[in-house]
């Protein structure tokens, strides 16, 4: 019974420390990533580069259980995509 309790004692802690191991550095950052959102300029000249559909907005939008706003941005494809779905749900329940 004690070998049994040290053995579960071992998976656990093994268990812990594979959830603190830190990722590979060498691996580029992706969007969803970004600790930041870009700045006003980054937005302008990354827009500059690349078509309409595929363009950045950025908006201010204040979170539900806060009352501090905080920059969001997305691609406005993103946004449209989100605004068909949100109008054929919509759709869907008022039939």
């Known amino acids: ?8 004692t071992l ?11 830190p990722s590979d550095e060498s ?4 969007g969803s990533e970004l600790q930041r959102p870009p700045t ?12 309409p ?5 950025c908006r201010r939008e204040t979170p539900v259980g ?4 905080k920059r969001i941005c997305r691609l406005v494809r993103d946004v ?3 605004s068909e779905f949100h109008r054929e749900q ?3 329940v008022l039939r």
């Open 66 to 69: 806060t009352n501090i706003p």
């Open 90 to 92: 919509l759709r869907r």
């Open 27 to 30: 691996q580029p950052i992706t």
């Open 11 to 21: 998976a656990l802690l093994g268990l812990l420390t594979a959830c603190v191991i």
């Open 40 to 51: 006003d300029a980054e937005v302008e000249q990354y827009n500059a580069l690349v078509s």
């Open 53 to 57: 559909e595929e363009r950045i907005v």
């Open 1 to 8: 019974m004690r070998n049994f309790k040290h053995l579960i």
């Open 80 to 82: 449209q995509e989100t």
